[in-house]
């Protein structure tokens, strides 16, 4: 049973004051920013609550777990974090009587905010400012560390609102504390306040080929950009992602890198993808998922008499390797499935994925099947990575329950 304390904030102006210091080097990867550090005289939690709503405080068992999702516009985020909140049942669907353009997604367990809501500068300003949204100059990082920090000890904030369709900054939603925050967007590991709230990180690595697909096919089918616009704008950023997003992935418990097949010589369709899952060696409550034999290097082509595989057929490798200084387990998978239900055979030889009984893997990639991806190693990969997800919420809960009783013990 949850145990929590509710306090009934009747004035925000009354309750904090704010001082401003610089922050330290470390906290950015790019620009020294000012942080903002407030100050409470009862136990609010951010500059935007609602005046007389009630704000609840929790027990740190029933503390939300945060995550964070890390790429750069138009590549896949969306379609992972609708994979993740199937995992935990329920569909994902966007605040009730809300805003209809708002940016979150709500399920029983998780809730999905976007960072671009964190958006400072809002279309026109960044044009006439000279800077894009991948800009740290562009983003309010105080206010999006002190909403996580809140949302994570169990307070409600009213958090903003970038519309995607307008350019605008528009009125902001309110966001209660769900069993598991996940962050998703251009920066969630980039402040180091932030980056210290994640309980476990991922990071999609998308190739330059395939990225620029995959952002045409969005762009222009569901936000009516032109194919000259879109080309304009990946040129125009891609700076900035080299600068502020790329490095990120340095930080991730894990990474989805996404490539051109190797099965195909000198390949330029870039329909067929190799797509490697990165896993961070040593990360409490996260064991990475082997192939065969735990720790071996493996090479490994399924095709037979138990999967079917069509030109150019299906290829994965496992093996230890080392990943920006870090020890990392990589599981690879290189061509596309032809039949979903022939998976199960891929499944039964892999360990550490973290079902709840045999066949899941499958059963979550033919219950979302028409998801993009869903033939090859991204939708495999993205599956896997969200029922560790809920492995590791499942322990961090099962932890904090334990705390209590063990310190009576002692």
């Not at 929790?58 to 609708?82: P, Q, W």
């Not at 920090?149 to 528009?170: E, M």
């Not at 979550?364 to 993009?372: E, I, R, V, Y």
């Amino acid at each position: 049973m949850a145990v929590c304390t509710v306090y009934t904030v009747q004035s925000l102006n009354s309750t904090y004051s704010i001082s401003t210091t610089p922050a330290k080097k470390n906290n950015l990867l790019g620009f020294n920013q000012k942080q903002a550090v407030v100050f409470y005289s009862r136990k609010t939690a951010t500059r935007s609550g609602r005046p007389g709503a009630a704000v609840i405080s929790c027990s740190a068992a029933d503390k939300t777990i945060v995550i964070g999702l890390a790429a750069d516009s138009g590549c896949g985020k969306s379609t992972f974090m609708r994979r993740l909140t199937s995992v935990f049942g329920g569909a994902a669907e966007p605040p009730k009587g809300g805003n209809p353009d708002s940016n979150t997604l709500i399920s029983d367990t998780t809730t999905v905010i976007c960072l671009d809501d964190y958006h400072s500068l809002d279309r026109t300003g960044r044009k006439e400012k000279g800077v894009t949204a991948l800009d740290p100059r562009a983003n309010d990082f105080d206010l999006m560390y002190e909403q996580v920090k809140a949302i994570k000890d169990g307070v409600a904030v009213d958090k903003p609102i970038y519309n995607h369709v307008s350019g605008l900054l528009d009125p902001p939603e309110l966001i209660k504390p769900p069993k598991i925050l996940v962050i998703e967007g251009l920066h969630p590991m980039y402040d180091s306040r932030v980056r210290d709230l994640l309980d476990f990180s991922i990071y999609l690595d998308i190739s330059n080929e395939v990225k620029f697909a995959w952002k045409i096919q969005r762009d222009m089918a569901e936000r009516g950009h032109s194919l000259e616009s879109i080309k304009a704008s990946i040129e125009a950023r891609k700076p900035d992602f080299d600068a502020y997003i790329d490095p990120q992935k340095q930080y991730a418990d894990a990474v989805i890198e996404v490539l051109p097949t190797q099965l195909i010589p000198d390949d330029n369709e870039g329909k067929v993808l190799r797509v490697r899952l990165i896993m961070k060696e040593g990360i409490k409550f996260f064991n990475p998922v082997y192939l065969f034999d735990e720790g071996s290097t493996i090479s490994w082509v399924p095709c037979g008499r138990k999967l079917t595989c069509s030109y150019p057929g299906i290829k994965f490798t496992y093996g230890p390797d080392t990943y920006y200084g870090n020890e990392v387990s990589v599981l690879e998978m290189d061509g596309q499935f032809d039949r979903l239900d022939e998976l199960i055979y891929v499944e039964s030889h892999l360990s550490n994925i973290s079902t709840k009984f045999y066949g899941e893997i499958t059963q979550q990639m033919l219950k979302l099947s028409d998801f993009p991806g869903s033939n090859n190693g991204t939708g495999l990969f993205q599956t896997i990575v969200g029922l560790k997800i809920r492995d590791l919420y499942e322990q961090i809960i099962a932890t904090r329950a334990a705390a209590p009783l063990e310190a009576t013990k002692a």
